[in-house]
């Protein structure tokens, strides 16, 4: 089916970003590393998120599914925003 193949493709892009964000600042300083470290983390988690959409056909069932997507979401921006400002040189 085409949506389970979308969502298999998302768990790939899912984790190839989050290896490429561990390998791209596995070198930056400690704040950065640590920002990055939960980036990934995240991302991952995003992943694993995608495989229990697979299985149960929907992305807010059950509802704690939609919980954990939700916080991903959140987690993942304050990370963007908090690298790209960081790498920006304006912390």
Known sequence: MLV???NAFEVALWTV???VVAIR????KSRLRRV??????????F?????IEMQTGAWWRPWPLLVLKGACLVGLASCAHRLLSTSRGRE
């Open 17 to 19: 970003l989050g290896v």
């Open 36 to 45: 990055a470290a939960l980036a990934t983390g995240l991302l991952f988690l």
């Open 47 to 51: 992943a694993v998120s995608d495989v």
């Open 25 to 28: 600042h596995r070198r930056s």
């Open 4 to 6: 389970d193949a979308y």
